[in-house]
């Protein structure tokens, strides 16, 4: 996927350019997708495709979410709070990264696992379920572990 971290570094580069507070959690987000795609390299998943695919779907919703910021079509409330909230000086650059936290970890974290999990759940032995969740953990614990650098 190094479309997506190209992507995202992209992104980055041209918000601190220009002052755009956006490249706050942008930033952090390009650092753990990085940790994570290492992480599948280097086959620390039981289910290698299934997390890049979770990468990737994530990826996506924060995607569309700035491409209807930008075009001012609308996107998830709590992504326009948090973009719109970037144009701020105001606020502590803290509150700028968990503001981004919050909105791609308690609105679109919780659709993407309901996009993967549902069509397959049911025709999961209770052994690949168990894999699934491993997997979960696993994802936490390589997020936790680039908090330091964050």
């Known amino acids: 996927m ?5 992507r995202m570094l992209s992104l980055v580069n041209r918000w601190n350019t220009a002052g755009d507070r956006r490249a706050i959690f942008l930033a952090c987000y390009y650092r753990m ?3 994570m795609l290492s992480a599948v390299e280097r086959g620390e998943f ?8 979770r990468i990737g779907n994530f990826a996506d919703y924060y995607f569309v979410a ?16 948090t973009f719109a909230v ?28 309901d996009d993967l ?8 032995s209770e052994c690949e379920r168990q894999q699934r969740r491993s997997d979960y953990d696993k994802v936490n614990q390589v997020i936790a572990l680039t908090i330091d650098r964050v």
């Open 2 to 6: 190094p479309a997506l971290t190209e």
């Open 46 to 53: 039981h289910d290698s495709a299934w997390v890049n695919q």
């Open 66 to 81: 700035l491409t209807a910021w930008e075009q001012a079509t609308g996107g998830p409330r709590v992504w326009q709070h």
């Open 117 to 124: 999990l549902r069509p397959e759940w049911s025709h999961l």
């Open 86 to 113: 970037a144009a701020r000086r105001d606020i502590a650059i803290v509150q700028h990264l968990l503001l981004g936290v919050n909105a791609h970890i308690n609105y679109d974290l919780v659709l993407v696992l």
């Open 33 to 35: 997708t990085e940790h």
